[in-house]
């Protein structure tokens, strides 16, 4: 029987290896493209990066057609379709990325405070948290790295996915400098002072547009102004969201980042996932991993635990 092989690279969205074993299915399409195939499956002996599989059964000439599927625990499922044909290595037509599933996370690991870049830890050192609801109490009180210590994983993902975006040239104009205390932490999104020149710098920007308020609900005593502002990406958003606080007149924003539209990843669209009904930061640091996809310059840098 003819038997051609398949090269295949298997990552994370950041590149690395997944940790863990990859299960790999064949099948063979149907009708006359999946002649001479047969079902197959294969796992990797531990944590790779690139594999060949050899010895898949093809027809002679035109080769067969596969649907080709790898999964691996803790991450989601990657289809791909795959013609293999006889005596040779075939190239994988799909560079396998496997997503994490955010529900199987639990917890980071990330950077110390005093790894954080300087502005970041400039904004919890300084910081002077409010509690808008029960959820924000714990962080009363609190700056600096106790405050980073308090956050825990998911507030703490969120705020180095944002500084990771505010910080980025090419896509947000480095506007990290701009950002100023700290005032409220959530999951999805944080609420800091800014500075006056903020607003404009966004207005005169070719990287963003304004963007609707209408769902951005201002913090207590404060008052929506100067605008909303999102960033022009395909995928991994930030907004800007602007608020004056109606005593003393301080320049505040709610800042946020989603995943867009979606984005189609080996046979799935990847929506966001929501956990309490609020943007999952995990899904949001795939997302950024894979907009620049080649150099990573956009990937948080936390890794998972599960």
């Not at 079902?39 to 596969?66: F, K, M, N, Q, W």
């Not at 691996?72 to 289809?79: D, I, V």
Request: with cysteine; proline share 6%.
């Amino acid at each position: 029987m003819p038997t051609g092989n398949l090269v295949v690279q298997l990552t994370d969205v950041g590149g690395a290896a997944v940790p863990g074993r990859i299960r790999i299915e064949m099948t063979r399409m149907p009708g006359e493209p999946g002649t001479g195939g047969e079902a197959a499956e294969v796992v990797s002996t531990g944590s790779v990066t690139d594999l060949t599989i050899s010895g898949i059964a093809c027809r002679g000439g035109p080769g067969t057609l596969y649907k080709i599927s790898a999964s691996a625990e803790h991450y989601r499922r990657y289809t791909f379709v795959q013609q293999i044909t006889e005596n040779r290595n075939n190239t994988a037509s799909d560079d396998v990325e496997l997503w994490v599933k955010p529900g199987d996370v639990a917890g980071i690991k990330a950077p110390s405070f005093d790894e954080l870049p300087a502005r970041v830890q400039k904004i919890l050192r300084t910081a002077t948290m409010v509690a808008e609801k029960p959820e924000d109490e714990d962080l009363l009180n609190a700056s600096g790295g106790t405050l980073y210590q308090r956050l825990g994983p998911l507030r703490r993902a969120c705020l180095i996915n944002i500084a990771t975006k505010t910080a980025h040239a090419r896509t947000a104009g480095n506007c990290l400098p701009l950002i100023g205390s700290l005032l409220l932490c959530r999951q999805d999104r944080f609420f800091a002072e800014v500075d006056s020149a903020f607003p404009e710098k966004l207005r005169q920007s070719p990287l963003f547009h304004s963007a609707d308020n209408s769902l951005h609900e201002p913090l207590e005593d404060f008052v929506l102004a100067e605008g909303s502002f999102k960033s022009r990406d395909a995928h991994a958003n930030l907004q800007v969201t602007f608020m004056r606080h109606k005593a003393s007149n301080m320049l505040a924003a709610d800042i946020d980042i989603d995943e867009s539209s979606g984005i189609k990843h080996g046979f799935e669209v990847i929506q966001n996932a929501l956990f309490n009904k609020r943007t999952n930061p995990y899904v949001i640091r795939e997302f950024m991993a894979v907009a620049d996809p080649i150099a990573h310059t956009l990937m948080p840098p936390y890794t998972y635990t599960f």
